[in-house]
Nanobody, 115 residues
Framework: DVQLQASGGGLVQDGGSLRLSCAASGITYADYHITWFRQAPGKEREGISCISHSDGSTYYADSVKGRFTISRDNAKGMLYLQMNSLQPEDTAVYYC????????WGQGTLVTVSS
């Protein structure tokens, strides 16, 4: 079975930092296109950062560019999202996703940024 286990969310003040993790079992991240999504209250889920499986290139949505950094450790089966300079608008449930022929989702981890 494939499982993605997200963790690292919590409550942080405006301007603070958090690092999210997503542990994979049953797949190898290097073989998948992996993405961090988030869903804020009352809004649709949006992709905010991804790593291409083909060349390892990264992408960031404008809303997080320069503040968030995506990385992976293939040997450990770990995906990370370092989030700096957090803002109240970053409050959301964050999900990790691995996609190739199938979509696999983590269960989500809640990030709350207080003003």
């Amino acid at each position: 079975d494939v499982q993605l286990q997200a963790s690292g969310g919590g409550l942080v003040q405006d301007g603070g930092s958090l690092r999210l993790s997503c542990a994979a079992s049953g797949i190898t991240y290097a073989d998948y296109h992996i993405t961090w999504f988030r869903q804020a209250p009352g809004k649709e889920r949006e992709g905010i950062s991804c790593i291409s499986h083909s060349d390892g290139s990264t992408y960031y949505a404008d809303s997080v560019k320069g503040r968030f950094t995506i990385s992976r450790d293939n040997a450990k089966g770990m995906l990370y999202l370092q989030m700096n300079s957090l803002q109240p608008e970053d409050t959301a449930v964050y999900y990790c996703n691995a996609k190739r022929l199938y979509d696999y989702w983590g269960q989500g981890t809640l990030v709350t940024v207080s003003s």
